[in-house]
């Protein structure tokens, strides 16, 4: 025999070390492991030893062949991740962000009102935003020179028209329109004179109005108690309590638990625990007939609410004013 | 209105803690505003002990005592005469703030430091005593607060009262609704008849000339009377719901206001000439002064109180500085009436006066309680000024009140409530509140309500009462029984919405900005005079000058906005808004309401990164934005054409766009021009659009029809074209889109390149066009030909050249 196993076994790791790509790698393999390969060979002419010595031998001779193969294994691998490291990503970069706008979290909340109510099966209309004084005030019972007026501070255009303090309008121009049933809200812009930390000049309302046969005092209950607990959450509770509102007898101020303080008392709910989210009644029969509804045969309740104080409730928004300043600070928030 | 527990205490037992009592006030529609303790300021005031009294060294009349409050000493400057050695006294520390209004601050008094006051009775509010400093006897400790050594403790109620319940403008209407949900008894003051009778018809008179406006008037003399300060009770109850005491007369017409709700007035007698009242309306012109001083032009439709020459009062809402209660006052002639609540308002607004007494009757007060009030005044007047009541009464009632009968049916009431109450358990409930009840069958109940509830005259009214007095929380809630059908939702709707998520997928985002704008915004935006976006609806009373008017066009909201994002150091701003415009038909008529969506783009295209280096948007930016939003909508074809330079107001010319579908104008695309800039006082380029959504919703499709997909390969082929440098590509794409060859399915154009070695006054155009048959594999030979000749007609059309 030319060569003993462990010289095999010595030059391959010294040829192994010394490989500087996978390719050598290969050809190294081939040179000691191939079908004519120096193991191979070695392993072939172990026949021709005396028998005694076979055994050893060929024992030997195989320990090599795992060790060879193992080493080829770690080279292949510490050489082949090696040549690829030029191609290799930083993933932590960051990546090329596409341009994404944001709707005004007004709109945002102003939707899932809409969708809420849409579910119930109601309809949605939309009316003009500055109005007649017949569908801002007289229709739904405002009679001029009323104190209750004095309840909504009113831009006026001339003594006749006015921007509209309420979207409650919509109750007459929906009624004017469609004979009962009626089943809608109204969402839209509404104005009033007045601006601090929780007044602007102009703000978002959402109408409500369901009229039918039928209709009473407890389904007003149940629809705004279904729609509180889908837009804030199923545990929130409510009361209703006596209130006054021109167009509707009876009418009801609906207060949620202070979604803040749970009921505590904090600031935001001037530390009474409840917090005014909706106004509501039975629509006044006075209404009824300034539409030619026959109030003898139909009731119906209407409600109110305020997109933007719902907004800062649900987002925790302390001033009011940021609905309009349109800063990208607080836009990109939503 | 505010009420004090320990005054309402005088009309009805109240059994429950101050916060049962307001919350239960708020669930029945009382809604409590505060809840305050009214000695809550006298926390700072201490009980002190005065450890020695010295001379001051710069003044006669005062002292300099050290007070012992507990831990440390204070030097205090008194002037009372009563200051003694060893007795305790009130000593407010700096920061009490006294019951008019004042704080206490640490003071130099002639040259000597003052750490805190010595108090009299008068000073704290706790009684009329003004001669020297209160005594508070023995056993306090020292350093305690004489709220707690006095044990003084009154709950304030502030009720945020509905326009509809004037009945609860006084002590006792709140009084009647604590007794109705504590079902406890109702205590009226008494009063008792007067002594003689007869002859106050020979001292004065009243006359209505005006019926309508003052449907009753009375008048009550108190003769022999002496004007001088209240008796504390007196004080004590006005002070405690906020009024300043004045003199007995004045104080009396205050409290039994308050008490009952009815405003009193009361005049010297014999400072009225003739001593007598004629109500009448204003001479149109004739000058007034109330008794606050102010001087006030009436005008003919006011009604005011007069004597037998002049007016002596503005009918419901002041008195006249002549015929003032004063200090010589002997006589007293006292008014108590009802006035028209419609006049009462009108004139109040027009003076722009509010008092107490316009706004209660402005809201309505009890129409037959206004004998009563005034007997009440009388009685007290009398005692109180040690006077004698002339005998009788004035009663001038041309329009008597009447009172209906309600029908009211208890099953109905339960089907609009919901609720399944019972005829009796509903005949209490309005029982409770005085409501007389007569029983006409088994569900009908014939109801009368009392005079001072002003706001029942319908069913639905009592229904109210029924409810809120058994209490909203407990109506059962329910479903209504809603007919399964619905309306599609309408097109706007759906359409805006569109809008929106478009415009957000470009990265913009939505603004919302006031719909009103400074009445110079057509100036600020260039706007010909002629424009219609001048025709501005003017706000008769307007917050502020900028928002004098209501917008006509979205442009100046989204220029604010983008000055405040750049005062805000936010350098890129990619924002847009949907909402109306208005233009005007005059004053009255409602405006043209045209619902409008403008975009804004400002900055860099892309943000600065290890990706790409910044770059700044242009008008290509907005301009794509535009195309990308028609498509998003399916619009066929749009088309935008140069802006004539006449018609670039607000945008840059040569760089303006308007935007067109149907060869009709729907809006504009193009660079803010700086003059506008200027005045937004902006400085770096914006680009804007402006496009009407009704304008764009109508032409864009509804239906979609899908076309199949080609089953064969295209070819394209490319040409470059030297034209004109102000030749319209658009021109040349239209001109090969609409070549009569079949073939041609699309074309692109990829590049457009100026300066050498294309000669001056040219640019090179580059073109791909696509060819693909709907039935073939086309050959080369048959594209290249068709190439040839559309290349051959775009040469000799648009007089190009080929590149050399
Ligand atoms: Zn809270």
């Known amino acids: ?128 935003e500055v109005e007649k004084d017949w569908y801002n005030f007289e229709a739904l019972n405002f009679p001029k020179e009323h104190p209750a007026r004095d309840m909504q501070d009113t831009f006026f255009i001339s003594d006749d028209i006015v921007l509209r303090t309420h979207t409650s ?17 109204a969402p839209g812009k509404v104005y009033r004179c007045d601006s601090d930390l929780t007044h602007t000049p102009m703000f978002h309302q959402v109408e409500g109005l369901l009229v039918d046969r039928n209709v009473t005092f407890g389904n007003l209950k149940g629809i705004l108690t279904t729609f509180v607990h889908q837009m804030f959450d ?20 609906v207060d949620i638990l202070c979604v803040m303080c749970r009921g505590s008392g904090c600031r935001v709910c001037s530390s009474t625990g409840w917090l005014e989210v909706l106004g509501s009644g039975m629509v006044h029969p006075a209404v009824f007939e300034n539409v030619g509804y026959d109030s003898t045969q139909y009731t119906g309740f209407a409600f109110g609410m305020g997109v933007e104080r719902i907004a800062m409730l649900k987002y925790g928004i302390d001033d009011i004013r940021r609905f309009f300043e349109n800063d990208y600070r607080f836009l990109a928030q939503f | 209105m505010i009420v004090s527990l320990s005054w309402l205490r005088d009309y009805v037992p109240i059994e429950w803690d101050t916060d049962r009592l307001a919350n239960a006030l708020t669930m029945i529609g009382l809604e409590v505003d505060s809840v305050t303790d009214r000695y809550d300021h006298l926390k700072q005031v201490r009980v002190g002990r005065i450890a020695s009294v010295r001379p001051h060294p710069n003044a006669d009349k005062l002292k300099i005592c050290e007070v012992a409050v507990g831990d440390e000493t204070l030097s205090v400057v008194c002037g009372a005469p009563n200051v003694t050695e060893g007795m305790l006294s009130p000593v407010a520390l700096p920061g009490t703030q006294f019951a008019d209004g004042t704080v206490l601050e640490k003071s130099t008094i002639r040259g000597e430091i003052s750490e805190g006051m010595l108090c009299s009775e008068i000073e704290l509010g706790l009684g009329a005593d003004r001669s020297g400093i209160m005594n508070l006897g023995s056993g306090h400790p020292l350093g305690a607060s004489i709220k707690d050594a006095l044990g003084l403790s009154d709950a304030v109620i502030e009720v945020d009262l509905t326009p509809n319940r004037p009945d609860c403008l006084s002590l006792i209407g709140i009084a009647r609704e604590v007794a109705a949900i504590q079902n406890a008894p109702l205590t009226y003051p008494e009063i008792p008849p007067d002594a003689s009778d007869g002859n106050i018809g020979e001292l004065t008179s ?13 008048a ?70 109330s008794l606050d001083g102010k001087e006030h032009r009436l005008s003919g439709d006011m009604l005011m109180i007069c004597d037998g020459e002049k007016p002596v009062g503005i009918a419901g809402i002041m008195g006249g500085l002549n015929s003032e209660i004063n200090d010589r006052t002997t006589r007293v002639l006292i008014e108590s009436a009802y ?60 329009i008597p009140y009447q009172g209906g009968r309600i029908l009211f049916s208890v099953g109905k009431t339960n089907r609009v409530l919901g609720t399944n109450l019972n005829r ?38 009592l229904m109210e009462e029924i409810a809120r007095l058994s209490g909203y929380n407990n109506i059962p809630e329910t479903t209504p029984l809603i007919p399964a059908e619905g309306r599609p939702l309408a097109m706007t709707l759906r359409f805006r919405e569109k809008l929106r998520e478009l415009m957000v997928g470009f990265g913009f985002s939505e603004a919302i900005a006031y719909s009103f704008a400074a009445r110079r915004s057509g100036d600020m935006l260039n706007l010909p005079k002629d424009d219609p976006r001048r025709r501005t609806l003017a706000i008769l009373n307007p917050l502020t000058e900028d928002q004098a008017v209501m917008r006509t066009s979205l442009i100046p909201g989204l220029l604010d906005a983008l000055g405040r994002n750049i005062a805000r150091q936010n350098r890129t701003v990619r924002l847009f808004e949907v909402g109306k415009i208005f233009i005007s038909r005059g004053r009255n008529e409602l405006p043209e309401e045209i619902e409008m969506v403008a975009g804004l783009w400002f900055g860099s295209r892309q943000d600065g990164s290890w990706l790409a280096e910044e770059a700044p948007c242009d008008f290509y930016d907005m301009k794509g934005v535009v195309e990308s939003l028609l498509a998003g909508f399916n619009v066929p074809r749009a088309e935008f054409t140069a802006m004539p330079d006449s018609a670039c107001n607000y945008t840059r010319s040569g760089h303006s766009a308007e935007i067109l579908i149907d060869g009709e104008v729907i809006g504009i695309v193009g660079e803010v021009s700086s003059g506008v800039l200027a005045s937004f006082d902006l400085e770096q380029p914006a680009f804007i659009f402006e496009i009407d959504c009704h304008q764009l919703m109508n032409r864009t499709p509804t239906e979609i029809q899908a076309r199949p997909l080609p089953k064969f390969p295209a070819t394209a082929r490319d040409i470059t074209l030297i034209v004109d440098r102000n030749l319209e590509s658009v021109r040349i794409l239209d001109n090969i889109r609409n070549t009569e060859e079949t073939l041609v399915e699309s074309v692109h154009l990829f590049d457009v390149f100026e300066g050498d070695p294309i000669p001056q006054g040219k640019k090179s155009l580059s073109f791909r066009i696509t060819y693909r048959s709907s039935s073939q594999t086309l050959e080369d030979e048959q594209v290249n030909r068709i190439h040839r000749d559309i290349s051959e007609k775009l040469i000799q059309s648009f007089k190009a050249e080929l590149p050399g």
């Open chain 2, 339 to 398: 006035f028209n609540p419609v006049s009462i308002r009108r004139t109040a607004k027009t003076l722009g006066m509010g008092t107490d007494a316009s706004h209660r009757f402005e809201r309505g007060v009890d129409p037959a309680g206004t004998m009563r009030a005034n007997e009440r005044s009388a009685r007290l007047i009398a005692e109180l000024g040690g006077g004698n009541i002339a005998g009788g009464a004035i009663d001038a009632n041309p």
């Open chain 1, 234 to 253: 199923e545990q929130t509770s409510l009361r209703f309590r006596p209130s006054f509102f021109p167009f509707t007898e009876p009418s009801a101020e």
């Open chain 1, 169 to 185: 309008p919509l109750q007459i121009r929906i009624m004017e329109k469609q004979a009962p049933p009626v089943r809608v809200i």
């Open chain 1, 1 to 128: 025999m030319e060569q003993t196993i462990e010289e095999i076994y010595e030059e391959a790791v010294r040829d192994i070390d010394a490989a500087a790509d996978e390719g050598r790698i290969q050809e190294l393999a081939v040179i000691y492991l191939g079908r004519k390969g120096k193991v191979t060979r070695y392993l072939r002419n172990i026949s021709q030893l005396p028998a005694q010595q076979r055994p050893e031998a060929g024992k030997r001779a195989n320990q090599v062949k795992q060790a060879l193969n193992q080493t080829f294994r770690d080279a292949e691998e510490r050489l082949g991740s090696a040549a690829s490291t030029d191609e290799r990503l930083d993933v932590s970069l960051p990546g090329r962000i596409p341009a994404r706008g944001r709707l005004h979290p007004v709109t945002q909340i102003n939707q899932e009102i809409c969708d809420i109510f849409v579910r119930l099966g109601f309809d949605i209309a939309e009316g003009p």
């Open chain 2, 206 to 218: 009243v006359i209505i000339e005006d019926p309508d406006h003052c449907p009753r008037y009375t």
């Open chain 2, 424 to 461: 009796d358990a509903m005949a209490d409930i309005l029982k409770s509140i005085e409501f007389s009840i007569e029983t006409i069958d088994d569900d009908v109940l014939g109801v009368v309500a009392p005079t001072f509830r002003v706001d029942v005259s319908r069913p639905e009214d």
């Open chain 2, 220 to 289: 009550k003399l108190v003769l022999d009377i002496t004007v001088g300060p209240s008796p504390f009770w007196l004080q004590d109850r006005l002070m405690s719901v906020g009024l300043r005491p004045i003199n007995n007369i004045v104080d009396v017409t205050n409290f039994v206001m308050m008490e009952t709700g009815q405003p009193l007035h009361a005049f010297d007698y014999d400072l009225l000439a003739d001593n007598r009242i004629v109500v009448r309306t204003a001479k149109e012109g004739e000058p007034f002064v």
